[in-house]
């Protein structure tokens, strides 16, 4: 049962456009959604973050929105970089007795930036 | 430079063997994380330990074994190894307690890559 999902494997975008990846999610208990970016062969690095309490968070270039009615959220790259080609994984916790924290995550999307 | 540091960063091994993987967590962070990453293939969680107890298990399987030191760091051990469990083992560290919101956020080590032949 996938709690977190992340539809779409990989994603193509030029390069100065906007890229906008997608997450869904299952479980109406959780409460914070966090987006990290992966380099092949590194670990992957956190990007930003959003608490249920809010309906966006801005940093910089990076986005996330959040639509709790749709259980969705996205993360918004403008403009797109060549830098920005990386796995994107997007996480999910609930702040629940016996949750510790837990990260649930996405498959991950491929970004794939055109020069 | 997340500051958390893995060692070793690649490890080749015979199929049978038992490894140790080590990991030291942030300054500060009392929480760790391991993860499995197969072939190019989601994360998968292993274990967590806050400060020096188990917290929560994943897939984990029966062969693999954590524990979480009195100075923090962690070592994940590996026994009887299979062809199978070739893949990238991260480590990652929170700050904690749980209870805050920014105990959520987590912190990757570089991974140790290990192949069993």
């Known amino acids: 049962d996938q709690q977190v999902k992340q539809n779409s494997p990989s994603l193509s975008v030029q390069e100065g456009r906007i890229s906008i990846l997608n997450c869904d999610y299952t479980?109406?208990?959780?409460?914070?959604f966090l987006w990290y970016k992966k380099y092949p062969a590194e670990g992957p690095t956190f990007l930003i973050s959003?608490?249920?309490i809010k309906d966006k968070n801005e940093d910089g270039r990076f986005t996330v929105f959040l639509n709790k009615s749709a259980k969705h959220l996205s993360l918004h790259i403008v403009p797109s970089q060549p830098g920005d080609s990386a796995v994107y994984f997007c996480a999910a916790s609930a702040s629940v007795v016996g949750s510790n924290y837990q990260l649930i995550w996405g498959a991950g999307t491929k970004l794939i930036i055109k020069p | 430079d997340s500051g958390v540091t893995q060692t070793p960063k690649h490890l080749i091994t015979a199929t049978g063997q038992r490894v140790t993987l080590r990991c030291s967590p942030r300054?500060?962070?009392?929480?760790v994380y391991w993860y499995q990453q197969s072939l190019d293939q989601g994360l998968q969680f292993l274990i967590q330990y806050y400060n020096g107890e188990e917290r929560a298990k994943g897939n984990i399987l029966e062969r693999f074994s954590a524990q979480q030191f009195p100075d923090l760091h962690s070592e994940l051990n590996l026994s009887s190894l299979e062809l199978g469990d070739s893949a990238l083992y991260f480590c990652?560290?929170?700050?904690?307690?749980?209870?805050?919101?920014?105990?959520?956020?987590?912190?990757f080590g570089p991974g140790t890559r290990l192949t069993v032949t």
């Open positions: 959003i608490s249920s």
């Open positions: 990652a560290s929170s700050a904690g307690p749980p209870g805050q919101g920014i105990a959520y956020e987590q912190y």
């Open positions: 479980n109406s208990m959780f409460d914070y």
């Open positions: 300054s500060g962070d009392l929480s």
